[in-house]
């Protein structure tokens, strides 16, 4: 009976773990979770820029249906006044103001002072580029600002656009990213200054909570935001930023490859042969 009870506590401690197998599978379930996290990520990130995709789809589709209603010219970018931009003539077209927001934009925050007439915090902005073309300061974009001071800041027409299939129409300007590089009223459905990307250097004159610049290949990549190699182009999707040109098509780019330099292809200018 003895050695009986003595097989039976022997046979009971070795059914269990010790202490450095239950450090070993800990150990190996920290390795795998490491490993498979980051691809969790990524595949959450790649739905949101799918969805993203989709919404920015939708907001090309907007404006073409403008342009047919309206002789085929394209929204102005910016009233005079800044208010009833873009996005506020386009809006009818879409019945839903959350088109307008990519689910990569996580600050859906304004300043105090624009709550009420500033609109909603939206996630997109208009090709608006503008430039000296040596005597005068003319509009490039097919959504120009509406300002005196810009040669061919009225309605731009589709047949203006010389290379529909690579001309930038509307891309991703986040309201996190708009707020963070110094504009505390953000990117909203109803205030011209978030809603643009002006040019490679310019910013509204004057106005300094208002980041409008463009994409440039050559600058800094350490440059803060906006003033690196993607200008004010949020670029969230795994360093990449959703496009929609002017034929209608939407795709993923590096902002920087839509304008490289000075004497390479500039994907904003409409104007080019």
């Given at each position: 009976m003895r050695s009986s009870r003595i097989g039976?506590?022997?046979?009971?401690?070795?059914?269990?773990?010790?202490?450095?197998?239950?450090?070993?599978?800990?150990?190996?379930?920290a390795i795998l979770a490491a490993i498979l996290f980051p691809v969790f990520a990524q595949a959450r990130e790649k739905a949101r820029s799918a969805s993203c995709l989709s919404n920015l789809k939708q907001v090309a589709l907007s404006i073409q249906m403008y342009a047919q209603d309206y002789d085929e010219i394209f929204p102005v970018g910016a009233q005079n006044d800044w208010l009833n931009s873009w996005p506020v003539l386009v809006q009818p077209y879409i019945k839903n103001l959350g088109v307008f927001r990519c689910p990569s934009d996580g600050d859906t925050s304004q300043s105090a002072a624009t709550v009420g007439w500033g609109g909603v915090p939206i996630s997109y902005a208009a090709n608006a580029w503008w430039m000296w073309t040596g005597s005068q300061n003319e509009s490039v974009g097919p959504m120009p600002m509406s300002q005196s001071w810009l040669a061919g800041y009225a309605g731009k027409s589709l047949a203006s656009v010389n290379r529909p299939a690579d001309t930038i129409l509307v891309t991703e300007k986040h309201n996190r990213d708009a707020r963070r590089g110094g504009q505390s009223d953000g990117n909203l459905s109803n205030f011209a200054p978030g809603q643009l990307i002006m040019g490679a250097s310019e910013t509204f004159p004057g106005v300094s909570y208002a980041p409008t610049i463009g994409p440039l290949g050559t600058r800094p990549a350490t440059a803060a935001y906006p003033n690196g190699p993607n200008g004010s182009v949020s670029a969230r999707h795994s360093e990449m930023a959703n496009f929609a040109f002017v034929d209608g098509h939407v795709k993923a780019m590096r902002p920087a490859a839509t304008n490289p330099g000075p004497a390479a292809d500039n994907m904003w200018d409409g104007r080019r042969p």
């Open positions: 039976l506590r022997r046979c009971g401690r070795s059914s269990g773990f010790t202490l450095i197998e239950l450090l070993v599978v800990i150990a190996i379930i």
